[in-house]
């Protein structure tokens, strides 16, 4: 397991220490942290390379792949943070993993309750009962009309996670609604829904490794609540996590994530284009492509792809735009639009959301901004690797981050 040295004796008692996975349709990346202080303290970083054929639009469809590689990322990482913490590193067995695709749905419910007793406190087991009435009443309904849009019977289609976005208690918001008092309830639910046969996919990679999944976090969410000030009760933006084989979308309005969308266009499509348009193989298609985003391609090159990129950057476009149409009752889309992703760095993706006619064919009220996001965007994350520096290493931090949310 994870590429260590098998012969070594590791004590089976519970570590201090924990795993998150982003299993992504180009790459693999692992971070091994400590929660130190309230913050996610990273000890060990990895980025590995997956085999072409091991993932599409992030599903896994070659498990023994995908197994090799996350255990040799997963291994990368443990040996970093054993050398970072010395003879007291405990081997983690427990793991935060990513799940994203373009079946993968995530919604907002908006329900109204009147409290019996309403000067009494509100407690956790009171919003135990109020989400498991959330899930009695409400997810029938919602995952017929997710199977339908997936294409896919309801039995096929699971529930990721489900947790309280906001409250307001008389009309006001608080984060944790634990302590307060009041008479009438507002609860914003965000509930994910993915199908069954992805779900298992990412079990049995689990399970081959010898690791516990305490959480499956649909990674758009992660990002949307793990980026600094994306709580704030002020904060609007639109999150875009350009992946190989899908482009993930967030929106978040005034602190609230109403949804995340997926579309299964991301990195992959323009690396293919270059391999048509210069007759060569992936591997080195994919090395001419991140040339050219970081604007060291020859200029006959850099002349081709950019007339070649076109109809890509179009249809990307247009995938972008109905994922934000998708989304309910928005009024007004925010101007604030976030990159990241290992496809983000196409110079044209950027260009693309600056020049798009948004005011013409959605509700924004001006032309939004585009800013690249880091890892150093993630909130409560303390690097020691130094490793986690682009812009694709954005979710996995996030995942890590994710830790913090009970």
Partial sequence: MF???????????????????DIGTEYIKSAVFKVEDGDVVILGYSRIKQKESSMYAAFIINLQSVIESCDKSIGEAVTQAMEQEGPNFEIPTDVII??????????????????????????????????????????????????REMGLKASQVV????????????????TNPVGYSGAELVYKVFSTFAPKIHLDSIHQVTNALNLKSTKIVVEPYALAVGLKNMKD??????IIDVGGGT????????????????????????TKRVQKELGVDYEEAEKIKIDYSNGA????????????????????????????????????????????????????IQEGLLTYPWLQTLNFKKFPKVNFIFPNSVSNIIDKTKSATLPMDVTPLALARMYLEK
């Fill in 297 to 348: 391609a020859a200029k006959d090159v850099d002349l081709k792809l950019s007339k070649a990129f076109e109809m890509d950057i179009s249809t990307w476009l247009t995938g972008v735009e109905i994922a934000l149409e998708s989304f309910q009752d928005v009024k007004e889309y925010p101007t604030q639009i976030y990159l990241c992703g290992g496809g983000a760095l196409l110079p044209e």
């Fill in 98 to 147: 990513g799940i994203a695709g373009e079946l993968v749905h995530g919604v907002t419910i908006m329900v109204n309750v009147e409290r019996d007793n309403q000067g009494s406190k509100i407690t956790e087991k009171e919003i135990e009962k109020f989400v498991d009435k959330v899930k009695r009443y409400t997810f029938s309904s919602t995952i017929d009309e997710i199977s």
């Fill in 3 to 21: 590429g260590l040295n098998k012969n070594k004796k590791f004590a089976p008692r519970q570590s201090n220490y924990h795993l998150s996975v």
């Fill in 233 to 238: 009760p002020n904060a609007n933006a639109i």
């Fill in 247 to 270: 482009t993930d979308v967030a929106l978040v309005n005034n602190g609230d994530i109403i949804g995340t969308k997926m579309f299964a266009v991301g990195g992959k499509v323009f």
């Fill in 159 to 174: 529930e990721v996670s489900t947790v309280i976005n906001s409250v307001y208690i008389d009309n006001v918001k608080v």
